[in-house]
């Protein structure tokens, strides 16, 4: 196991972190994940107040363990609040299912809309508790996680508050790298969340993007993409289970920049989707936002064009789906409620035909209902 420091918290953290919203099958497996994650050489446990059992599963695991509590790093994460007095409370509660008197890291939760970040900002707000609870040391290194716009997530590292990010980059979704690149600048942290399951399912990739990933497995030649950018400190393996964190881990000692087969992957994805997708191919510039109908364009095109260049269409719908479901964690409605306004049209650099291809997308991506849409 590798071990990167965490931007300015100094905390030296391993590659991979448990991230532990799967292991709630029972409190004997979360006790196994975490002894397992242990003995692999993760140092880092991550958690948060929203995911169920977690939190007191963690605290249990923990009482049990002959490791040093000051050799493990815990984050726990809480959502944002408008006031002071309920982040505060929630924290205590925390604190208490974890049975700790500290976390290394809190980061709000879903830090992902204009109006979050004004809680964070304003002076009576959820950060006046957790400052205090830094003050007093409950609390040691403060951060964000977010599933918001680039903009947002700017912004956010831009108020100088927070020593880490947790967010969403992987090989299949690079338009967060300026975020990176900006949060490196500030000497954060970078938490990379969930790149096996939001960075394209790739425990289970369809047979096309294997072949095209060959010799490497998608989901390590993900890994692999991320770590060998150094301003990213640790990726989430969300492990249902002790055995799930074998496959994951087995890149966790391969450090340094992509290697020549691995360059060559990286190569072959990129000629093949630009050949494959020809004069469709967004190319995920985000100029034609905003659309009045709050369609995400270049998310929707962005599925569209991994289901047709890697056959990811499963991970397509799974992601799709989401439209209209999520909230603020994945805003914007389905791509059938474009009224062909013609507004994006002029701000597509690709001239792409964007109301036909959200068309298309949906058609692909909205899954059976009834009859079959397409071939
Ligand atoms: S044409 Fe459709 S996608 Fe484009 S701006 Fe209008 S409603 Fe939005
Ligand atoms: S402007 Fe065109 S190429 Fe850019 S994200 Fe929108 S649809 Fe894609």
Request: contains cysteine.
């Given at each position: 196991m590798r071990y990167r420091r965490f931007g300015k918290t100094n905390l030296s953290l391993s590659v991979f972190s448990l991230g532990t919203m799967r292991y709630l099958a029972s409190e004997a497996t979360a006790a196994q994940t975490v002894n397992r994650a242990i003995a692999l050489g993760i140092n880092h446990l991550e958690t948060a107040k929203g995911y169920g059992k977690s939190e007191q599963y963690l605290g249990q695991a923990l009482a049990q363990l002959t490791v040093p509590r000051s050799q493990l790093y815990i984050t726990t994460k809480i959502s944002p609040t408008p006031d002071a007095a309920s982040m505060a409370r929630q924290l205590d509660q925390s604190?208490?299912?974890?049975?700790?008197?500290?976390?290394?890291?809190?980061?709000?939760?879903?830090?992902?809309?204009?109006?979050?970040?004004?809680?964070?900002?304003?002076k009576q707000g959820c950060m006046q508790a957790v400052q205090q609870a830094v003050a007093d040391g409950r609390v040691r290194h403060i951060g964000f996680s977010t599933h918001g716009s680039l903009e947002l997530i700017l912004a956010a590292i831009?108020?100088?508050?927070f020593e880490f990010v947790s967010l969403h980059y992987y090989y299949f979704f690079q338009h967060n790298a300026p975020a990176v690149a900006a949060a490196a600048a500030k000497d954060m942290g970078v938490f990379i969340i969930?790149?096996?399951?939001?960075?394209?399912?790739?425990?289970?990739?369809?047979?096309?993007?294997?072949?095209?990933?060959?010799?490497?497995s998608p989901l390590l030649f993900n890994y692999r993409f991320l770590l060998s950018d150094p301003r990213i400190t640790t990726l989430s393996v969300g492990a249902a289970n002790e055995?799930?964190?074998?496959?994951?881990l087995s890149v966790a000692d391969v450090d340094g920049p992509l290697d020549v087969a691995e360059t060559e992957v990286l190569q072959r994805l990129q000629t093949h989707q630009t050949a494959t997708l020809k004069s469709e191919q967004c190319s995920q510039c985000y100029d034609c936002l905003p659309c009045p109908e709050a369609i995400q364009i270049p998310e929707v095109l962005r599925?569209?064009?991994?289901?047709?260049?890697?056959?990811?269409?499963?991970?397509?719908?799974?992601?799709?789906?989401?439209?209209?479901?999520?909230?603020?964690?994945?805003?914007?409605?389905?791509?059938?409620?474009?009224?062909?306004?013609?507004?994006?049209?002029?701000?597509?650099?690709?001239?792409?035909?964007?109301?036909?291809l959200l068309q298309d997308a949906h058609e692909r991506l909205n899954g059976p209902s009834g009859r079959r849409l397409w071939g």
């Amino acid at each position: 196991m590798r071990y990167r420091r965490f931007g300015k918290t100094n905390l030296s953290l391993s590659v991979f972190s448990l991230g532990t919203m799967r292991y709630l099958a029972s409190e004997a497996t979360a006790a196994q994940t975490v002894n397992r994650a242990i003995a692999l050489g993760i140092n880092h446990l991550e958690t948060a107040k929203g995911y169920g059992k977690s939190e007191q599963y963690l605290g249990q695991a923990l009482a049990q363990l002959t490791v040093p509590r000051s050799q493990l790093y815990i984050t726990t994460k809480i959502s944002p609040t408008p006031d002071a007095a309920s982040m505060a409370r929630q924290l205590d509660q925390s604190l208490a299912d974890l049975g700790t008197d500290y976390v290394d890291c809190l980061a709000i939760h879903g830090l992902n809309t204009e109006e979050h970040l004004s809680w964070v900002k304003a002076k009576q707000g959820c950060m006046q508790a957790v400052q205090q609870a830094v003050a007093d040391g409950r609390v040691r290194h403060i951060g964000f996680s977010t599933h918001g716009s680039l903009e947002l997530i700017l912004a956010a590292i831009a108020t100088g508050l927070f020593e880490f990010v947790s967010l969403h980059y992987y090989y299949f979704f690079q338009h967060n790298a300026p975020a990176v690149a900006a949060a490196a600048a500030k000497d954060m942290g970078v938490f990379i969340i969930s790149p096996a399951d939001k960075g394209g399912q790739l425990y289970t990739p369809p047979q096309k993007l294997q072949e095209l990933c060959a010799p490497l497995s998608p989901l390590l030649f993900n890994y692999r993409f991320l770590l060998s950018d150094p301003r990213i400190t640790t990726l989430s393996v969300g492990a249902a289970n002790e055995t799930e964190l074998d496959w994951p881990l087995s890149v966790a000692d391969v450090d340094g920049p992509l290697d020549v087969a691995e360059t060559e992957v990286l190569q072959r994805l990129q000629t093949h989707q630009t050949a494959t997708l020809k004069s469709e191919q967004c190319s995920q510039c985000y100029d034609c936002l905003p659309c009045p109908e709050a369609i995400q364009i270049p998310e929707v095109l962005r599925l569209r064009n991994l289901a047709i260049a890697y056959d990811m269409t499963n991970f397509g719908q799974y992601r799709y789906r989401m439209f209209e479901n999520a909230g603020h964690w994945f805003p914007g409605v389905k791509a059938n409620r474009c009224t062909d306004c013609g507004d994006c049209l002029p701000k597509c650099p690709e001239q792409l035909n964007i109301p036909a291809l959200l068309q298309d997308a949906h058609e692909r991506l909205n899954g059976p209902s009834g009859r079959r849409l397409w071939g």
